[in-house]
């Protein structure tokens, strides 16, 4: 079965440092993977998407950048945090099937003081 | 122009009794999918049901069935037998062809409050 993996659970970070979030998928090959963020009480918003290695789009322009190393690993980073990067990151994954069901990790809750 | 509507921010419903959470959509495709996900207190995404927009049944999966009305362009949620574990975000999403990338597009979301 496939499985999304995202770490930290939770990060709180100074304003101006950088940042790094994982994501791994498991049981699956050439995903397409998501970045999607939600301030509390909102909504997702789409951040990054690739449907394959090395190759990111960028849906909103800001201060956070994605990479796809591998084919099931997907980073979010940041070289330096502002305020307003505060929220909850959901990493996502659409595996095989008609249906294309997009399947979200954990997430992971970010406070940047 | 939104393309997903959820136009009730809140709902509240007894235990026990069934509630339905509207959305509606906006798509000139005659092939889309319709998805209904469930957001816990704990933040995780949980996919609920799916619809394609040429199934000719409704969808169900246990509890939850997906009212779908192509040409009002409506596909509600209902739970039936509401539990207080049933108290979450439900967000309704759309995915339209896209080339490839398969990216949904969410709606603002319905928060369920389960009473005992």
Redesign the interface.
Known sequence: SQTIHQWPATLVQPVGSPLSLECTVEGTSNP?L?WYR?AAG???Q?LF?S?GIGQI?SEVPQNLSASRPQDRQFILSSKKLLLSDSG?Y?C?S?FSGA?????????T?LLVL | AQKITQTQPGMFVQEKEAVTLDCTYDTSDQSYGLFWYKQPSSGEMIFLIYQGSYDEQNATEGRYSLNFQKARKSANLVISASQLGDSAMYFCAMREPSGGSYIPTFGRGTSLIVHP
């Not at chain 1, 249906?99 to 997430?107: A, K, L, V």
């Open positions: 397409n998501y939600q909102r909504g997702l789409l998407y449907i789009s909850f959901l996502a659409i249906q294309r069901t997009q399947y979200f990790g954990p997430g809750r």
